[in-house]
């Protein structure tokens, strides 16, 4: 190697110092679901009263996805926890079925897995829910 060489030398470390690099930040790309809660047999069974049409609008995040800092999700496989809040290194289990909140397009939709029971913010799909609180 020439004196005057100054090309940095791969280290043998760097892909395991990296692999981290910027968890949790904003600004990455945005999520991407390849499955609805309709896709999931468990989900599925558990929301019931939730009509198909509805359940194919509802983005599953997939197992290894990292969350974003401070984004809304609600873990469909325990809903009774409640929504929550991302931090820094969190990912989605592999038994989770998380979803996004800014992946749901409409809102009353979003409250409706949450156990919502106020009609105002239930809106159009009041009538869901009181099919569920009948079975």
């Not at 395991?16 to 991407?32: E, T, V, W």
């Not at 049409?53 to 969350?67: E, H, K, M, S």
Request: glycine share 8%.
């Amino acid at each position: 190697m020439a004196r005057d060489d100054i090309r940095p030398r791969p280290d043998e470390y760097d892909e395991q110092l990296g692999q981290n690099d910027r968890a949790g930040q904003q600004g990455g790309p945005d999520h991407a679901a390849s499955r609805t809660a309709y896709d999931m047999k468990a989900l599925h069974r558990r929301l019931e009263a939730i009509p198909d049409n509805l359940l194919t609008q509802i983005p599953v995040l997939d197992p290894g996805t990292r969350l974003k800092e401070g984004a809304a999700y609600l873990d469909l496989a325990h809903p009774e926890q409640g929504e929550f809040r991302g931090m820094n290194d969190m990912i989605v289990e592999p038994r989770s079925c998380v979803v996004a909140k800014n992946m749901v397009e409409d809102y009353e939709l979003w409250n409706l897995p949450r156990g919502e029971r106020n009609a105002e913010r239930l809106g159009r799909f009041t009538s869901v829910e009181e099919k569920s609180q009948a079975a």
